[in-house]
């Protein structure tokens, strides 16, 4: 090697189910649009990354997390 770790070693990380999303599933309303938007991009085969921007508070994460729960399926490998 060059240095440059292999990919297919990256290290799994598992969401414990203290997901408030998971507790709480009706605090996500409103959001279709960007939801569908993250899922395309995700289920791209272009696409290796995708990183969600905005202010503080506005729901990243939560719709990280739901987009997650709906593309897992098609990620035989998990995702994370």
């Known amino acids: ?3 440059i770790p292999d990919e297919t070693q990256a290290p799994v990380i598992q969401v ?3 997901d408030p999303a998971a ?9 279709e649009r960007e939801l569908a938007e993250v899922n395309a991009r995700l289920l791209s085969p272009e696409c290796r990354l995708l990183t969600l921007i905005g ?3 506005i729901g990243k994460t939560r719709l990280a997390m ?3 729960r709906a ?3 098609s990620f035989p490998d998990g995702v994370c």
């Open 16 to 18: 414990s189910s203290m």
């Open 23 to 31: 507790a709480f599933p009706n605090w996500f309303v409103g959001r």
């Open 55 to 57: 202010a503080p508070g």
């Open 71 to 73: 593309v897992e399926p």
């Open 1 to 3: 090697g060059h240095g």
């Open 66 to 68: 739901q987009a997650a």
